[in-house]
């Protein structure tokens, strides 16, 4: 085996395991969202204000022309207590809705007595798990690929291509 397909493997081997631990989390994540939407109560807020966040649109001087901002969202619960919830996703200004809009939220009391919101849209509470999910399932196709490549060096059988040991033979020999 030539040391260029034993760095393969190990490249291979910790593209693996480093996807499998990302779609384990991911799929953790999923499943803590799942049952934060099946065992949450919604109700109506509204956007007090926009917090900035980090990043946003340049323009072509450099300076930010639009920012990323989260809603601050102010809703009550059943027991008529006031909660605030933050977005937690960033977006464009342009793309959350201003002041004064109603915006659904889901809640939940915890055991401890504490609340846990989200506001209700998809990005907010799906996003993040779905986007380690999807990192870590792309990150264990790479490594597979890697992996079969590294397995003999050389084309599956039946294929008339030469195999990487003749390849490196021949250069070995124009040395």
């Known amino acids: 085996m030539s040391p ?26 999923s499943g803590a969202a799942w049952l934060f939407s099946a065992n949450s109560v919604r109700a109506m807020g509204v956007v007090l204000r926009h917090e900035t966040r980090e990043g946003g649109i340049r323009g072509p001087s450099g300076r930010y022309v639009s920012s990323n901002v989260v809603p601050v969202v102010e809703f009550r619960d059943g027991e008529g207590q006031v909660h605030r919830v933050h977005g937690q996703v960033p977006r464009l200004e342009t793309r959350v ?8 939220v889901r809640h939940q009391r915890l055991a401890d007595g504490t609340v846990s919101a989200r506001i209700d849209t ?14 870590g399932a792309l990150m264990s196709c790479g490594g597979l690929v890697a992996r079969r490549a590294a397995r003999r060096g ?11 040991e ?10």
């Open 4 to 29: 260029d397909s034993r760095h393969l493997r190990a490249f291979a081997r910790s593209w693996l395991v480093l996807g499998a631990l990302a779609f384990a989390a991911g799929a953790l994540m």
């Open 166 to 175: 003749d390849w490196t033979r021949v250069l070995q020999r124009r040395r």
């Open 122 to 135: 998809p990005l907010e509470i799906w996003g993040m798990p779905g986007f380690i999910t999807a990192f």
């Open 154 to 164: 050389r084309p599956p059988d039946g294929s008339r291509r030469p195999r990487a």
């Open 97 to 104: 809705p201003p002041p004064g809009a109603p915006v659904p």
